[in-house]
Nanobody
Framework: QVQLVESGGGLVQAGGSLRLSCAAS????????MGWFRQALGKEREFLAA????????FYADSMKGRFTISRDNAKSTMYLQMNSLKPEDTAVYYC????????????????????WGQGTQVTVSS
């Protein structure tokens, strides 16, 4: 079992940047493919980016390419999401999620593939 805790959210002006962190504890972090999702008020949870167990493969939602960058540091059991050029429509609760995977290359955009979720961190972008 892995436990996930997000941090780094907050209030930022449009055009600004934030870096979210997802700290993992419990079972070996490198056993998990990881992902970032977000959920705005009244909307469904939305896939943002995923990263394989080793960090060698990444996958992004088309709308996030070029603005968001996912990375991980297995030695620190932490995953990151660098978010640049933020827009008011990026306002949401951001969640990290873990997917126990037997493949070093696996990434997934699907909510149902992820068995472990953090509690979320609020990101608010003001115009």
């Amino acid at each position: 079992q892995v436990q996930l805790v997000e941090s780094g959210g907050g209030l930022v002006q449009a055009g600004g940047s934030l870096r979210l962190s997802c700290a993992a504890s419990g079972r070996t972090f490198s056993s998990y493919a990881m992902g970032w999702f977000r959920q705005a008020l009244g909307k469904e949870r939305e896939f943002l980016a995923a990263i394989s167990r080793t960090g060698g493969n990444t996958f992004y939602a088309d709308s996030m390419k070029g603005r968001f960058t996912i990375s991980r540091d297995n030695a620190k059991s932490t995953m990151y999401l660098q978010m640049n050029s933020l827009k008011p429509e990026d306002t949401a609760v951001y969640y990290c999620a873990a997917h126990l995977s037997g493949s070093y290359y696996d990434t997934s955009p699907y909510v149902y593939d992820y068995g472990h979720w953090g509690q979320g961190t609020q990101v608010t972008v003001s115009s």
